[in-house]
């Protein structure tokens, strides 16, 4: 038996020196609790409030619409890149049915982030900068050995990211008008994920990596922090955001 | 919070503490599969079902909350028989019968997650017989697809269209889709179980646009229907009866109105936001008509779901009450 500890430094409880039987009951009938206890004691670069450079979605139902928003926005902003034909020979040179597809992706995200906006008001966070300099656009999917994501590999990321987002949010939603206003877009990001995820791997609309499917058969969704970490990627210096609100 | 020293405080007043947690066999699969999924920010979270799982301390659900999920129960066990019948009546091609074993694997882990949270308030399994894919309601009725189940024995006979099951198929999931995202509202106060039924709620709209991918002849195919919900569907889909349902609209189905329409609008919706607004109008320059429609899907209440879902019941007065 060993337990890992996630980069922690040696714990001064002695988890990684062999233990009585009794005292083993104790630590590992509490695993999850060590874990989250060894994660606490972490000090990752990323699990910051002090970050003078990220930007705060902010608190309550505005802070998750403005999270929401900021997430519509690089989606938006990725599609409109694609579909617009300026920016790399994939979508140029793309079948009819597959231009039809991102066509559509790119009214549903633009429709979405123009929603937040217009709902927000004065109240939304600025127009972020994007940076998919990651992204090759002129890659179908990603190349083998590339260190860019192909744009349908980038596009499954992005909506496969908006929905675990959206379903990891819902529990700080106070107002139930807001919860089923994200109802009516995660459900569409998911048809959206499902989509992609068939042009690349047929029978992949539901595959292990963003579904259990050993136990639950549900989505695997992710607190705003961990969403925004992915996010940050493709968000340039001055636009990161972070969601000290919602851990 | 030193949780160790809680423990050890506890076993002074119970000794058996540490085998509330877990049996000596059971440690090992939690201890080597539960503690990597919590990250830091979960723990009051750990440290509550921890306890709860120690102490069988869960307060009893709200009688709302346990409507919402039987509701969701039944639909998970119509859905589940449907993709059993279709597997086993052989007209699928391998490509489709993937899919759907896909599919119905995930039927059953609803069906698990669901029974999990409801423990004793969970309804009973219909079976296969509780249900008829015709809409016949057991030969009370004509059928309605006649192919689904046959006329002899509809509540145990096999498919024999593989366009009608694509078809009922696709019906079904987006009215389950529509059911979880209107009864999400009901679960704002459990957020463990809202955010579960947010996570089934995806992966079913995941399903469906699966499903309408085959019904237009595969996802390199530019014809309808697209795996989204689009305008056309709501005056194109022919409605299905309410029975006699009280509150119900009088004609129901998976693309119209639900009860009150303003609250649970048709699909082809397009005015958004608690002060609302038409979203058709965001559309970027040179996009498309329905796009508007097309990007939001909309909540159904639960009197119109079992409206809908009492038509695949063996007997309508049995299940989707």
Known sequence: MSLTPIAAPADERGLATPVARRSFLRYSGASLAIGGLLLAGCDDDDDTNTNPTLLDVGTGDI?????????????????ARVASGATGSYYAGANATEKAILNDLRDHEAIHAAFFKQALGSAAIKALE????????????????????????????????GVAAYNGAGRFITNVDYLTLAGKIVS??????????????????????????TTTGTEKSKRPPVVLQTANQFLAAGSKLSANSFA | MDLFQIIDDIAKVDTEVYDRF?????????????????????????????FNKAYGQTSALPQIVIDTLNLALQLEYLEK?????????????????????????????????????????????????????TGSQNKRRAALFPTLGGTTDPTTGNFTSVADVLTLGQQVVDTGVRAYKGGAANLITQKDILETALNIHSVEARHVARIRSFRRGGIQSATAPKSWITPDETTATPTLPNNGVPGAPAAVGPYVAGTPAAKFPAENNVMQGLTPFDVQALTPTGGSATAGAEAFDEPLDAVTVKAIAKNFAADPAALFN
């Not at chain 2, 919590?38 to 079902?49: D, E, K, M, Q, W």
């Open chain 1, 188 to 213: 569409v990001e998911a048809r959206h994920a499902a989509v992609i995820r068939e042009l690349i791997t047929t029978n992949s609309f539901v595959a292990s990596d963003v579904v259990n499917t």
């Open chain 2, 81 to 133: 028989y449907f993709y059993q019948t279709a597997l086993a009546s052989n007209i699928l091609n391998a490509e489709q019968r993937d899919a759907f074993t896909i599919i119905l694997n995930d039927e059953n882990l609803h069906i698990a997650t669901l029974r999990g949270v409801l423990q004793g308030s969970a309804i009973a399994d219909p079976t296969r017989s509780g249900f008829d894919y």
């Open chain 1, 63 to 79: 802070g998750v619409l403005n999270y929401a928003y900021a997430l519509e926005q690089l989606e938006a902003a990725f599609y």
């Open chain 2, 22 to 50: 877990d049996s000596r066999r059971a440690v090992f699969r939690n201890f080597l599969g539960y503690g990597k999924k919590v990250t830091a920010t979960a723990i009051p979270l750990a440290v509550s079902s921890l």
């Open chain 1, 130 to 161: 994007v940076d998919f300099s990651g992204i090759d656009f002129n890659q179908r999917t990603t190349a083998a050995g590339s260190a860019k994501m192909g744009v349908l590999n980038a596009a499954m990321a992005f909506e496969d990211l």
